[in-house]
């Protein structure tokens, strides 16, 4: 996967959010289930229950109440254990979840020579295989941390989600940001990202917006703006 950030000013650039936009379901659930099994899955849940109950209340922090389920669930395997599932569930599970009609929304960027991002709140861990396979250049996601080869319950970046998001974008464009920059997302946690865009689109507020690379922020705005 390149990792060049160094961009052309005429270069498009196709920014996507991952779990629910490209997926039909939650991704990090889904591979914690896979990884660690239903019951320890259960348990973890119930251990991290009230940061996830304060994060629905809004009184928690989003990436701190994901940290303490992580923690809870698959705290303490090793790198080598996590990578081997990830790598596992990004061929044999992941791929059910992907929407047909983005993964030809993702070739059809590729086949106009455009460089493809996945921006994600989800784990880099085995996003990387899966955005690998279908063609991305780059992730920008939340990654863990892992001390003395086991995982440490906690990120090594902060959690990537809203305004997150866009400082890691911004961060990989460096000085030459793309002429053009497409963004899809599905929720409030993308609204920052598609403010960026020339071309943005939020899963539920309209079709996606045509692939000519060469409208204004108007357009864009209107498709991602909502109540």
């Excluded at 009184?59 to 395997?77: N, P």
Aim: glycine residues 10%; charged residues 20%; proline residues 4%.
């Amino acid at each position: 996967m390149a990792t060049d950030r160094l961009m052309q000013r005429d270069q498009i650039v196709a920014a996507f959010d991952f779990d629910g936009t490209i997926t039909t379901s939650d991704s990090l659930r889904d591979f914690v289930r896979y990884t660690v099994g239903l019951g320890r899955f259960a348990v973890g849940v119930m251990c991290a229950s009230p940061w996830l109950i304060g994060l629905l209340a809004g009184v928690c922090e989003r990436g701190s109440a994901k940290a303490r389920f992580l923690a809870a669930t698959i705290g303490g395997m090793t790198q080598r254990e996590l990578e081997e599932a990830a790598q596992q569930y990004a061929t044999r599970q992941l791929p059910a979840l992907i929407r047909p009609e983005m993964a030809a929304r993702i070739q059809e960027h590729r086949r106009l020579g455009h460089r493809l991002v996945l921006v994600s709140a989800s784990p880099a861990l085995y996003l990387k295989y899966c955005a690998a396979a279908i063609g991305f250049d780059a992730v920008l996601a939340t990654e863990l941390e892992f001390r003395d080869g086991r995982f440490s319950g906690s990120f090594a970046l902060p959690n990537c989600w809203g305004a997150e998001k866009v400082r890691r974008l911004q961060d990989w464009f460096g000085s030459d940001p793309p002429e053009v920059l497409y963004a899809y997302g599905d929720s409030p946690g993308d609204r920052e990202m598609l403010a960026l865009a020339d071309h943005a689109w939020l899963r539920g507020l309209g079709a996606m917006p045509e692939i000519d690379g060469w409208q204004g922020k108007t357009s864009a705005q209107s498709t991602c703006d909502g109540p």
